[in-house]
Nanobody, 116 residues
Framework: QVQLVESGGGLVQPGGSLGLSCTVSRNMFSINVMGWYRQAPGKERELVAVISSGGSTNYADSVKGRFTISRDNAKKTVYLQMNDLKPEDTAVYYC??????????WGRGTQVAVSS
């Protein structure tokens, strides 16, 4: 079993910044891909950004150039730095980790609201 603890959500004005973090309760040697997804009201959950164990990253087109994903294996944590936030970024953000073997786990989510 893997537990994910997310933090860093909140309310921010358009153009502002927020940083999310997700800490894993398991040794990182079994973790492959780590990522962030989001789900806005009435919409399906969508990929925001993922990072592989080797450091390769992939971003949704809508966040490229504004969001940065990173991971610190020593701290068992994946981060999402979000800059120039827009109202359409408002959603619940979920952390997801995929194991090297079969299996993946979701965090409980953290709310991000962008509003003036």
């Amino acid at each position: 079993q893997v537990q994910l603890v997310e933090s860093g959500g909140g309310l921010v004005q358009p153009g502002g910044s927020l940083g999310l973090s997700c800490t894993v309760s398991r040794n990182m040697f079994s973790i492959n891909v780590m990522g962030w997804y989001r789900q806005a009201p009435g919409k399906e959950r969508e990929l925001v950004a993922v990072i592989s164990s080797g450091g390769s990253t992939n971003y949704a087109d809508s966040v490229k150039g504004r969001f940065t994903i990173s991971r610190d294996n020593a701290k068992k944590t994946v981060y999402l730095q979000m800059n120039d936030l827009k109202p359409e970024d408002t959603a619940v953000y979920y952390c997801k980790v995929e194991l090297i073997g079969p299996g993946f786990y979701w965090g409980r989510g953290t709310q991000v609201a962008v509003s003036s």
